[in-house]
């Protein structure tokens, strides 16, 4: 019964996640009118919903015959659990805890859900419905973000968005899309609270269909049917290209230069979980020679789309200040004080270019301009800037320090080690003709396994040039494919 409920209540969580900025956005102008920073109180309905869970699971373990097993511990508990011990410290030391509890929020309370969510056991129904409704919400919400490069600004003004595209600002609304400098381009976020945050969410239903499509329904449908022969034609991408043709045109429309790569490297990693080795590396060598080719010329027709010299030099300059930081404050600075908790606590801050047409900002006395580090707006007041490092990592290492630094990337490393492992063994499990008959209850978990590897690793690489784990619909989804791939109950690989 508990069981039950809990994957009833994750199913609403990951299928809810990616509507959460609409709703919040809609539902706080209806409540307070335009112009509110969204209401607290609707913003934690998902944190809420995920303890709610959590909690679920923890009497599961407490109850279950075999909760000695559920309680080993292993190497990813000792380095979260030491994550999270280095934060108390830090913020019983010399923090406000109003500032640590938003750190808490974005950095580690999804990883520590994680810790008790891989213990309990998870059905297959729950898998196969959970991968077909990501799939689902994604394949609408590229629709509907393509579609909104149609849409007015009246229309999202209309919802309650701020009249001002492009701008994050604290205790103002959310901005409706990003242009891309000057060319006013737009950068299509869907319902989610950026192009970054939507191209890095799309990667999830990217992942999942790619696996979905290489394991054919009709494999599913007749596996005694099926031999070593006839495994290769289980793989119809057919009937899944305009899906993922969809996908790849919305990540493409975001802009996202992060998401992009994050793309293409989860493409070579499924042809290596796909393919014998010796093909897999050519195809990955030629392919990557053609997207050099591609991105060269391209970059040189519309450097202004691709390039971005203002955008790539904040990539450049703030991991440099971060790691300036760093090396001034090397036991850190304590949660909250850096990435997108920092936005919470601080000024609305703009960089423009020299010489840049500053007439609009008159009507927006709130906001701080800079040009080259230097403050040219307001001039009655110093702003307080958010210290953001462009970077998941060093952002970590700003708030935990270089401990913090060496186990999040530790982490990393193991968790992209450990899932790439399951998945390759979940491939040779599943084509193993002695085991044919497990049918459709072996391929949900070889999706799910499989998937949950490539996701990860494209938002960890992503993490290199974006605070990639800030969006709750990212970091919760993504952990929690990761607890079912990992489950510890009933998984002894």
């Given at each position: 019964m508990l069981q039950k409920a809990r994957e009833s209540l994750t199913l609403i969580l990951i299928t809810l996640l990616p509507f959460h900025a609409l709703?919040?956005?809609?539902?706080?102008?209806?409540?307070?009118?335009?112009?509110?920073?969204?209401?607290?109180?609707?913003a934690l309905w998902k944190e809420a919903l995920l303890v709610v869970i959590v909690?679920?699971?923890?009497?599961?373990?407490?109850?279950?015959?075999?909760?000695?097993?559920?309680?080993?511990?292993?190497?990813?508990?000792?380095?979260?659990?030491?994550?999270?011990?280095?934060?108390?410290?830090?913020?019983?030391?010399?923090?406000?805890?109003?500032?640590?509890?938003?750190?808490?929020?974005?950095?580690?309370?999804?990883p520590a859900a994680f810790?008790?969510?891989?213990?309990?056991?998870?059905?297959?129904?729950?898998r196969h419905t959970l991968a077909k409704s990501v799939m689902i919400v994604g394949g609408f919400l590229a629709l509907y973000g393509l579609l909104t490069l149609l849409?007015?600004?009246?229309?999202?003004?209309?919802?309650?968005?701020?009249?001002?595209?492009?701008?994050?600002?604290?205790?103002?609304?959310?901005?409706p899309f990003?242009?891309?400098?000057?060319?006013?381009?737009?950068?299509?976020?869907?319902?989610?609270?950026g192009p970054n945050q939507f191209g890095l969410w799309l990667l999830i239903p990217f992942s999942i269909a790619l696996c979905t499509a290489w394991k054919g329904e009709d494999h599913l449908r007749s596996p005694m049917r099926t031999t070593a022969e006839t495994l290769p034609q289980a793989y119809r991408p057919r009937e899944y290209f305009p899906y993922l043709l969809l996908l790849l045109l919305a990540i493409l429309f975001t802009f996202s230069r992060s998401a992009w790569i994050a793309v293409i490297l989860i493409l070579f990693g499924f042809?290596?979980?796909?393919?014998?080795?010796?093909?897999?590396?050519?195809?990955?060598?030629?392919?990557?020679?053609?997207?050099?080719?591609?991105?060269?010329?391209?970059?040189s027709l519309a450097p202004g789309v691709v390039l971005r010299v203002a955008s790539s030099k904040g990539h450049i300059d703030r991991p440099i200040q971060a790691m300036e930081t760093m090396r001034?404050?090397?036991?850190?600075?304590?949660?909250?004080?850096?990435?997108?908790?920092?936005?919470?606590?601080?000024?609305?801050?703009?960089?423009?270019?020299?010489?840049?047409?500053?007439?609009?900002?008159?009507?927006?006395?709130?906001?701080?301009?800079?040009?080259?580090?230097?403050?040219?707006?307001?001039?009655?007041?110093?702003?307080?800037?958010?210290?953001?490092?462009e970077n998941w990592?060093?952002?970590?290492?700003?708030?935990?320090?270089?401990?913090?630094?060496?186990?999040?990337?530790?982490?990393?490393?193991?968790?992209?080690?450990?899932?790439?492992?399951?998945?390759?063994?979940?491939?040779?499990?599943?084509?193993?003709?002695r085991l044919m008959h497990r049918g459709t209850q072996e391929a949900n978990q070889f999706i799910i396994e499989r998937s949950a590897f490539l996701m990860f690793l494209g938002v960890s690489v992503a993490a290199l040039f974006l605070h990639a784990w800030e969006d709750s619909a990212v970091m919760m989804t993504v952990w929690v494919l990761l607890a079912l791939s990992l489950s510890q109950k009933g998984n002894t690989r």
């Open positions: 709703f919040v956005t809609v539902v706080t102008k209806v409540l307070l009118g335009e112009g509110h920073a969204p209401l607290s109180v609707l909690g679920f699971a923890c009497v599961e373990i407490f109850r279950s015959a075999s909760a000695r097993e559920m309680r080993r511990v292993d190497i990813f508990d000792v380095l979260l659990l030491a994550l999270i011990a280095i934060a108390v410290l830090l913020t019983a030391m010399n923090q406000e805890w109003k500032h640590a509890l938003y750190g808490f929020k974005y950095d580690l309370f999804v810790l008790v969510l891989r213990r309990v056991s998870w059905s297959e129904q729950f849409f007015p600004e009246s229309f999202f003004h209309l919802l309650g968005y701020s009249d001002l595209h492009s701008l994050y600002l604290p205790n103002g609304s959310l901005a990003q242009q891309i400098g000057g060319l006013g381009l737009r950068r299509i976020q869907s319902t989610m609270s042809l290596f979980l796909t393919l014998p080795q010796r093909v897999s590396w050519s195809i990955t060598l030629s392919t990557l020679i053609f997207a050099l080719l591609v991105g060269t010329v391209v970059g001034a404050n090397p036991l850190g600075l304590g949660l909250g004080t850096a990435g997108p908790a920092s936005n919470r606590f601080s000024d609305a801050c703009v960089d423009v270019e020299a010489g840049s047409d500053l007439s609009w900002a008159k009507y927006h006395p709130e906001l701080c301009l800079l040009s080259d580090g230097r403050q040219l707006k307001p001039g009655n007041r110093t702003c307080h800037c958010p210290l953001l490092t990592y060093l952002q970590i290492g700003v708030e935990l320090g270089i401990a913090g630094l060496i186990l999040w990337t530790l982490i990393t490393i193991l968790m992209l080690l450990k899932t790439g492992r399951v998945a390759i063994t979940a491939t040779r499990r599943v084509f193993n003709p």
